[in-house]
T-cell receptor, first 113, second 113 residues
Framework: NAGVTQTPKFQVLKTGQSMTLQCAQDMNHNSMYWYRQDPGMGLRLIYYSASEGTTDKGEVPNGYNVSRLNKREFSLRLESAAPSQTSVYFC????????????FGQGTRLTVV | GENVEQHPSTLSVQEGDSAVIKCTYSDSASNYFPWYKQELGKRPQLIIDIRSNVGEKKDQRIAVTLNKTAKHFSLHITETQPEDSAVYFCAALFSGGYNKLIFGAGTRLAVHP
């Protein structure tokens, strides 16, 4: 089992460019999450999906969109990147009802110049 | 809204000492409280978790306590070792029909030989 696979690992964007971060899990989990991690600010929830077909805003959703393509895949899109979106992004998934271990992807280090 | 506060932000101890990290959460309906460890450059990984029907849980040198009335929970690490040096995150699952896993801002623990 691969667990949670997240791509790309690194990305540099120019201000105004768009991109999609991909995430897939092979553990048959219902809940999937996107977080951003900035120094001193922990893991802040961008969007989450409690089950296939549903998505909800987290703590810092502005400037992002998500798609729960199917049970396995949950993508994060930046339509018009800004320097404030420079961060490390983590995708995570957790079990049937959410109250179980959340498994994280390897992270994407995004720099917007 | 849903919120998790974590203290202290940094903690420095001598090898063999104990370390305590404390968290509070805002929603009394939360019922699942995990703790994650993140080593430099790596993804967060679960080290211990506790559910609301339990007041304390131990796993070797690590223990977590939960006080639902006061809405706070704590991580205790005894006999600390240099390999315990990392960033530790508490989290709370805010449910009620959805599953929103919110993290604290993290504690950077340094264990000095």
């Amino acid at each position: 089992n691969a667990g949670v696979t997240q791509t790309p690992k690194f990305q540099v964007l120019k201000t105004g460019q768009s991109m999609t971060l991909q995430c897939a899990q092979d553990m048959n989990h219902n809940s999937m999450y996107w977080y951003r991690q900035d120094p001193g600010m922990g893991l802040r929830l961008i969007y989450y999906s409690a089950s296939e077909g549903t998505t909800d805003k987290g703590e810092v959703p502005n400037g992002y969109n998500v798609s729960r393509l199917n049970k396995r895949e949950f993508s994060l899109r930046l339509e018009s990147a800004a320097p404030s979106q420079t961060s490390v992004y983590f995708c995570a998934s957790s079990g049937q009802t959410g109250d179980g271990e959340a498994f994280f992807g390897q992270g994407t280090r995004l720099t917007v110049v | 809204g849903e919120n998790v506060e974590q203290h202290p932000s940094t903690l420095s101890v001598q090898e063999g000492d104990s370390a305590v990290i404390k968290c509070t959460y805002s929603d009394s309906a939360s019922n699942y409280f995990p703790w994650y460890k993140q080593e430099l450059g790596k993804r967060p990984q679960l080290i211990i978790d506790i559910r609301s029907n339990v007041g304390e849980k131990k796993d070797q040198r690590i223990a977590v306590t939960l006080n639902k009335t006061a809405k706070h929970f704590s991580l205790h690490i005894t006999e600390t070792q240099p390999e315990d040096s990392a960033v530790y995150f508490c989290a709370a699952l805010f449910s009620g029909g959805y599953n929103k896993l919110i993290f604290g801002a993290g504690t950077r623990l340094a264990v000095h030989p």
